[in-house]
């Protein structure tokens, strides 16, 4: 199709890849496959993973993986026989650190950080709030974006319920520390020096529910001091907000839509999909994870047709085998059909050129580095199905 630009090209040309999808269909493999595939082809990439299955760390050395990044040693590589031209280092995502980070950025003295950073609310907010893990996803791609080290930024992200909180999350973010009710905390401290019941009483629970998990003296004030604060770096915030928004908008950036055949994660990616290009942010491929194979002979199989592989291979089974392997056949044909089926809603959507990568599932989880890299040659060339 005129205009398309297939996964491999995206690998070998982009700055940076970020996988978005449903939860658990596969974002932080897709995202590892495709990172080993740049770094095969010569490319320094950073993979930037968000809670990577533990066996997949182990299995590329990665251990003791945290907020610093690590080189996957070549001998991990060579150890499995692939040849690995540039390198792969992994880190993975620490939302309180990109935080704690950007307040000391923003903040107009040393000391003012200091005081926001042992605020308790905000120990609280930058660890647990709904929304920040997003948005300092996008915080932490900013930054590392801008890193003459690596060639290519492969971001996962966060297995939010839902893959559109991901792109709203600066501006939730930003909305929730700048809404009426937290306007509203901060007057009522700034006015009498201290909280009274009277004025809590008024209509401080809706506040409070959200933050249900902090309890003990000294909450209010805490929460004063710190929206008073955090409105003081609104400004960097709001202009950080729109910076994110521009990098992602940038066309050496592309969004990897990950989806399971499933129609629940299929709706989903096609809605991210359209707000994706509502946003002006560039899609770059669908990939559809875990498909269903047909098997190799995907006609009607007979009781006798089974049967009589059975005996051509002079395997004992048990009886009724012969009639379990036909039923199981055609089960697995009607499976490979109805995901098939039900990726069409997808191509019919990928218009513009965006490609659709069909995967197969494995027989098991990816968990060492041959299944990564043969995931990776899948997806850059095309599928395997
Ligand atoms: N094609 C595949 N075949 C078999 N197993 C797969 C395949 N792709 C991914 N998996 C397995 O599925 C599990 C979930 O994958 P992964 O962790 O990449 O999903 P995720 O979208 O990042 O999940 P979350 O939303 O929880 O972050 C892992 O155990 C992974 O090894
Ligand atoms: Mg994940």
């Not at 540039?86 to 939302?95: E, K």
């Not at 040393?110 to 609280?124: D, F």
């Not at 007057?187 to 201290?194: I, L, P, R, T, W």
């Amino acid at each position: 199709m005129e205009g398309s630009v297939s996964l491999d090209r995206l690998v070998r040309e982009r700055r940076v890849l970020i996988t978005v999808g449903a939860g658990g269909v596969g974002k932080t493999t897709t995202a590892a496959a495709l990172a080993l595939a740049a770094a095969r082809e010569g490319r320094n990439v950073l993979c930037l993973t968000i809670d990577p299955a533990r066996r997949l760390a182990q299995s590329l050395g990665l251990e003791e993986m945290g907020a610093e990044a690590v080189t996957v040693d070549a001998s991990v590589f060579a150890r499995a026989n692939i040849e690995v031209k540039g390198s792969l280092t992994a880190a993975m995502l620490d939302t309180k650190r990109t935080f704690d980070d950007l307040i000391v950025k923003h903040s107009s003295s040393k000391e003012k950080a200091e005081r926001l950073l042992n605020n308790k609310l905000y120990k609280y907010i930058s660890a647990s709030l709904a929304g920040t893990q997003e948005y300092m996803a996008m915080e932490k791609l900013v930054e590392v974006k801008a890193d003459p080290r690596w060639d290519l930024v492969v971001l996962d992200t966060p297995p939010t319920a839902n893959a559109l909180d991901f792109l709203d999350a600066p501006e939730r973010l930003i909305g929730m520390l700048d809404s009426a009710a937290m306007k509203w905390f901060q007057d009522a401290f700034e006015s009498s020096g201290k909280f009274s019941l009277n004025i809590l009483a008024k209509g401080a629970s809706a506040v409070l529910k959200g933050i249900g998990k902090l309890t003990g003296g000294g909450l209010l004030e805490a929460m004063a001091e710190l929206i008073s604060e955090l409105n003081e770096l609104f400004g960097g915030f709001k202009e950080r907000a729109r910076h994110v928004e521009k990098t992602l908008r940038s066309p050496d950036v592309a969004f990897v839509l990950v989806t399971s055949p499933s129609p629940p994660s299929i709706k989903e990616v096609l809605y991210f999909a359209d707000r994706l290009a509502e946003a002006n942010m560039p899609r770059g491929a669908f990939v559809v994870n875990r498909m269903r194979r047909a098997p190799a002979f995907s006609g009607d199989v007979t009781t006798a047709d089974a049967q009589k592989g059975i005996d051509a291979r002079a395997l004992a089974l048990e009886d009724g085998a012969a009639e379990r392997l036909a039923e199981a056949h055609g089960d697995a044909t009607k499976m490979a059909a109805l995901d098939a089926r039900n990726v069409q809603a997808i191509t019919a959507a990928a218009t513009g050129g965006v490609p659709v990568v069909r995967v197969a599932e494995r027989a098991t989880d990816v968990h060492d580095v041959a299944m990564l890299a043969d995931l990776g040659e899948v997806l850059v060339r095309g599928g395997d199905l």
